[in-house]
């Protein structure tokens, strides 16, 4: 009776709202990151070495192709990019974790659903910094599951095939709504001079995705409400420039041209709309396709190097070297991400 009672007084989108996104179909998200392979080996020559995603799946979602990281072009910061929606500066060992806090962390507080709701599931076990961050008001707290590198932060990175065997073993037994599983052969390889395998961890992550999918496909509790998006962290290096494709890290056009493929209920089939967006358009998406809302305003750490004043009598010309310091700064910002509406079917945003 009291039930009742409240329900006819609640608006009606607030019902649908508190599970996903209002009218949307989607109740679960996956992302896949693929890590660092260079759009020349990828979308810019296929099927190539990429041929279940862009014969398979292409026809099935949303392909951009005008794709940015145009923030950092490093690991760890392309992964806080797609995870908080903001652009920062990171350590890239694992030392540091986001400034803001994680989709993973919004969507467990609006549920609060547990831990194993929310999954990052990474070959590379630095990876571990994106569950938490140094938010004050959000340090420890919502925090999802870690399933990273060997055996966890400091045990080194996994092989590919092994993440996808723990991210199919997770989905299966603790039906989370969200989860990041990073591949990280590509960049891996490529880092280590090996051609050859480079190329190989780019054919496989193609393989992984698509056994990813039919698997999503397959499963009882995931067809038809889940949303799949492979993107990546950075690209790699034009030729020519800096070890190419060995290398990344600036903001030359390997660098910064990515992708982003998307499957899902709420998605069109078979688009490749021309509009620019960027990683940091992939956390509101998110929290659009999950019905939570990020906080608008974000903090971007700022290094700068300072010299600090010399002493009156000093009677050094320049600054010794210990006078140089790196003064770390949080500047106020404002989320920049937006939704990528062009992935969505006409009608299903206001
Ligand atoms: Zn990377
Ligand atoms: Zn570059």
Redesign the pocket.
Known sequence: MLAAFLLGFLPACSLTASKSGKGLKTQNVVIV?I??PRYSETWGNTPGLIPNMSTVLKPKGVFLSNFLNDGFT???S??AAITTGVNQPIDNYGEEFPANPSIFQYWLKQTGKPATAAWLVTS?DKLHILANTTDSLWHDQFLPSVNSGVNGPGTGYRADSLTLVEAKRILTEHKPNLMLINF?EP?GFAHAGNQAYYIRGIYRSDRYVQDLWDFLSKDEHYRKSTALLVT???GRHLDGIDGGWQE?GDNCKGCQQISLLALGPDFKKGAEPETPYTLVDIAPTVGKLLGFKMDSTVVVPRLDTTVVAVAADSTLAVPAKDSLVVVRSMEKSVLKGRVIRDLFKEGMLP
């Open positions: 990151v890590d660092g490093y690991t760890n392309g992964h590379k990280m960049d990546n962290d950075h990344h």
